[in-house]
């Protein structure tokens, strides 16, 4: 599978950003998806994921402000991004993963990844 993640910017603290990846490919709906993030010299982090049973998780950092979506008809995921804080800067991933289980979170799980895309947050 293939992705392309877009919708990033630069937006001042407490506005919103909605990312969108694109997966090509067939089996969409079998995949876990993911975001992930990079701030700069830091490794990558979990921020969200929906299973193919549409189950969501969120990072604890994240929790009540971001929403992750998918639309299987689409073959796309998104991520709604609220209250941004300057904190939320990074480089956001959005990742896919064949098989379920409990190591979602590890970014080294997903064999499918985007090429990034660039949120910037403003004080």
């Known amino acids: 599978v293939q992705l392309q993640a877009s919708g990033g910017g630069l937006v001042q603290a407490g506005g919103s950003l909605r990312l969108s990846c694109a997966a090509s490919?067939?089996?969409?709906?079998?995949?876990?998806m993911a975001w992930f993030r990079q701030a700069p010299g830091k490794e990558r982090e979990f921020v969200a994921a929906?299973?193919?049973?549409?189950?969501?998780y969120y990072a604890d950092s994240v929790k009540g402000r971001f929403t992750i979506s998918r639309d299987n008809a689409k073959n796309a995921v998104y991520l709604q991004m609220n209250s941004l804080k300057p904190d939320d800067t990074a480089v956001y991933y959005c990742?896919?993963?064949?098989?379920?289980?409990?190591?979602?979170?590890?970014?080294?799980?997903?064999?499918?990844w985007g090429q990034g895309t660039q949120v910037t947050v403003s004080s």
């Open positions: 490919g067939r089996s969409f709906r079998m995949y876990t």
């Open positions: 929906v299973s193919s049973g549409l189950s969501s």
């Open positions: 990742g896919a993963r064949l098989f379920g289980g409990n190591l979602f979170r590890l970014p080294g799980e997903y064999p499918y």
